[in-house]
Nanobody
């Protein structure tokens, strides 16, 4: 599946953005989806994930109160709503797809759990 992320931009601290990621295949709804981010000089880190049905979501520790992941399978799209943005949220944000499922204990959080990646969209937050 090919993924195309968009929606990034430059905002001031406290602002909001909604990232979108569109998948190319009709089987999009069979994949779990995640968002990761990578700041300059840092490793790619997990942000949020959602199950194939949208019934389960999972967040990194720093994001659960400010970010919301959702999906609309009819549109082959996954979203990441970013609220109360901070300068430390500045990074390239990537969407990714996995064949691994979510459980009551959570969703896949490792980079190597995901098979397909979008090209990334830049989010820059100024103070």
């Amino acid at each position: 599946v090919q993924l195309q992320a968009s929606g990034g931009g430059a905002v001031q601290a406290g602002g909001s953005l909604r990232l979108s990621c569109v998948g190319s295949r009709s089987t999009f709804s069979s994949y779990g989806l995640g968002w990761f981010r990578q700041a300059p000089g840092k490793e790619r880190e997990f942000v949020a994930a959602i199950s194939w049905s949208g019934g389960r979501t999972y967040y990194g520790d720093h994001e659960k109160d400010r970010f919301t992941i959702s999906r609309v399978n009819a549109k082959n799209t996954v979203y990441l709503q970013l609220n109360s943005l901070k300068p430390e949220d500045t990074a390239v944000y990537y969407c990714a797809a996995t064949t691994y499922g979510c459980s009551i204990n959570g969703c896949p959080v490792k980079v190597y759990d995901y098979d397909y990646w979008g090209q990334g969209t830049q989010v820059t937050v100024s103070s």
